[in-house]
């Protein structure tokens, strides 16, 4: 039991890996949210939240120094795929550095987990967390064992929205979540969701409604219902019908997860009143042997009935395939493939590799169904009975080729390094941004650090993600030392590297050599399908050059165009650079004129190479109108 009664307890999820800095990541931290909530009432105790702006943005050491000055005596992470590793090195950094007692949570928090097994985390709750963080925190009583569960059922079913008593920054992404249903009575096999829950609950539609009128009031543009199948619900048309009433106007977008097979035309006429634009549905394969491995039960001609009765109440929908699922092969993946496109269903349309979750059936089982899967996370299947690893590749190829979409896209060019007419990369000054009153930098100017004290101190005040921006004729055997520095002190951080005319071209293996970062990295593995081979997916070489010839390229490497010229380019410039990796627009040419151009070719970008810009308000004005609701602009806000 935690025995000091009077302690700080500081919640904090980690976010998705990326590569592009101030990219929206959902990394709402709703679960600990619910926590502090629950904590309501307990004396000195004093919950703290992570906001999700820090928690996001911050590279690893800016944002242990930022838990460490908080002086927490408990950190309770909420840990998932995407942050195990990370989280494990937080707690261990922690209790090293701060004396911090550690809680785990969250969905990875399975007894089945080998992650688990040299944990420092002082317990982990498995299952709903309100009853269990209650008692942690606020009881008299002994915990002998480190696994520690509680239902949540109480807390869950009587508590409002937690955006009525905590700031969960929906500015970010300009959306609410909210879990209106916990649990699930499909028992999908290769779904942990509502494992550790006996049955299904549901929260009263007084406390739903009472946070979409929340919501309304506080001119939020989405409303996300976190149910795994929305049509559980058993009063879900009242429910629909007392969110119509109050959103009459449609001023707020909802958004959830639903069976089409169980959408008739009432439900969907309701669904549209109520603000529903677009749905996202799980249809996983159309191979019944597929759909029996995974004890999932569909009828097509139900789904398409669904689908039908959707489209004509106005209501858009995004469908997910799974690839590599047990008793599944390339023919029947792609005749699954071949269905979404047949169908008119191509828009919108999400593969994901099979990952063997722990605490699934499928984990539990992996050797009887053939499941070959690798250890790290997200733990994606790399062979099954009828997939060998090749087989994977070529058929997530063939998918993209027939529904037209990429479903890993490179990351996105930001080669933005001034704000004032300069000269020459090597005069650049750091980009920094500022959360919480601190500034941090987000574009580090290599020419800038030359001692070991200056890298010292910029690792320390390193974004997540971060750039280094390295001039001409900049020293190999220093960018070597300024590497192994910063990565040292940020070793889940992804980087991308940016080299600007140099002598040679840079020596990518090297410089990974030098890269003290975690491996494999969760991106190594959740970017695999990026390229034929597996290795590093966090560190991203940029190669800006004024050569036409394609010389740089191969995995994470990318070779861009520097646009020195008067004009601007046109169509038959991007025609003649299109065999490279993108564009960067760097000339003296007035504001007006780019904002002009800019204006005539953004609706356009989408067919064009990558474009960027060298000055950084004509970067972040493009950033805007090519991907602005993907991008939490106000971070570009900063000092410079």
Same mark, same amino acid.
């Given at each position: ?35 502090? =909530? ?65 809680? &785990? ?39 002998? /064992? ?66 979409? /009128? ?24 009242? *429910? ?59 009828? *097509?001609?139900?789904?398409? /009935? ?26 029947? &993946? ?15 349309? =999400? ?17 009887? *169904? ?16 009828? &997939?060998?690893? =090749? ?47 601190? /500034? ?28 280094? *921006? ?92 520097? #646009? ?32 002009? #151009?800019?204006?005539? #070719? ?29 991008? #939490? ?8």
């Amino acid at each position: 039991m935690v025995t000091d009664r009077s302690r700080k307890a500081t919640f904090i999820q980690l976010p998705v890996p990326q590569i592009n800095f101030g990219r929206q990541t959902a990394n709402v931290p709703l679960a600990g949210a619910c926590l502090v =909530q629950s904590l309501a009432g307990l004396e000195n105790i004093r919950p703290q939240l992570v906001p999700e702006s820090l928690a996001t943005y911050l590279a690893d050491a800016a944002l242990l120094d930022l838990i460490c000055r908080q002086a927490p005596r408990v950190v309770c992470f909420t840990v998932y795929t995407w942050n195990i590793d990370r989280s494990l090195f937080f707690a261990r950094q922690l209790k090293k550095s701060c004396g911090t007692q550690v809680i &785990f949570g969250g969905p990875e928090i399975t007894p089945d987990n080998p992650r688990l097994e040299s944990c420092p985390a002082d317990w982990l709750v498995h299952g709903p967390g309100e009853e269990a963080i209650r008692a942690l925190l606020g009881s008299d009583g002994s915990f002998f /064992s480190p696994w520690v569960s509680g239902s949540g059922a109480e807390s869950f079913t009587s508590a409002p929205s937690v955006y009525l008593e905590v700031d969960l920054e929906p500015r970010i992404e300009n959306i609410v979540l909210m879990e209106t249903q916990r649990g699930c009575p499909y028992r999908c096999r290769y779904c942990y969701y509502g494992k550790s829950l006996d049955k299904v609950i549901f929260k009263d539609i007084g406390l739903v409604t009472g946070a979409v /009128s929340w919501a309304l009031d506080h001119r939020i543009k989405e409303f996300y219902l976190l149910d795994p199948s929305l049509d559980v619900r058993p009063d879900l048309r009242r *429910l629909l019908t007392e969110i119509a009433r109050l959103n009459k106007n449609g001023d707020l977008e909802l958004i959830s997860e639903i069976r089409a097979d169980a959408v008739d035309q009432e439900t969907a006429r309701l669904m549209a009143e109520a603000g529903f634009r677009w749905v996202e549905i799980g249809l996983q394969s159309t191979n019944p042997r597929a759909l029996k491995a995974m004890g999932r039960k569909t009828d *097509l001609k139900k789904f398409l /009935s669904g689908i039908e009765n959707l489209r004509k109440a106005g209501i858009a929908t995004g469908v997910d395939l799974i690839l590599g699922l047990p008793e599944d092969d390339p023919e029947g &993946f792609l005749e699954s493939v071949d269905f979404v496109a047949a169908n008119g269903l191509a828009d919108d349309v =999400q593969v994901f590799p099979l990952s063997v979750l722990p605490g699934t059936d499928f984990r539990k089982n992996s050797r009887q *169904l053939g499941l070959v899967y690798e250890p790290d996370p997200p733990y994606t299947v790399s062979r099954t009975g009828g &997939f060998s690893g =090749q087989d994977l590749l070529t058929a997530l190829d063939r998918a993209e080729s027939r529904l037209d979409v990429a479903f890993y896209p490179l990351p996105e060019l930001d080669l933005s390094w001034r704000d004032r007419p300069l000269d020459d990369p090597a005069m650049a000054r750091d980009r920094q941004i500022v959360l919480a009153g601190r /500034s941090y930098i987000c574009k580090l100017a290599l020419a800038r650090h030359d001692s070991p004290a200056a890298l010292q101190d910029a690792s320390r005040r390193l974004t997540h993600p971060y750039q280094v *921006l390295v001039p001409a004729g900049f020293d190999h055997g220093h960018l070597l030392k300024a590497l192994a520095v910063l990565t040292a002190a940020n070793p889940f951080t992804p980087l991308e590297i940016v080299f600007f005319e140099p002598v040679r071209l840079p020596p990518a293996d090297d410089l990974l050599e030098a890269c003290r970062l975690f491996r494999p990295h969760f991106l190594d593995n959740d970017l695999r399908f990026l390229y034929d081979e597996p290795g590093n997916r966090a560190v991203l070489f940029t190669l800006v050059t004024g050569a036409r010839q394609h010389v740089f390229y191969g995995p994470m490497r990318r070779q861009v165009f520097w #646009w020195k010229k008067t004009g601007l380019p046109e169509a038959g410039d991007f025609k003649n650079l299109e065999h490279l990796d993108g564009i960067l627009i760097d000339n003296r040419i007035d504001g007006d004129t780019a904002a002009g #151009w800019q204006d005539g #070719w953004a609706a356009r970008a989408a067919d064009l190479v990558e474009i960027s810009f060298a000055d950084h308000g004509l970067q972040r004005r493009w950033i805007e109108l090519t991907s602005g609701e993907d991008y #939490w602009l106000d971070l570009f806000a900063g000092p410079g």
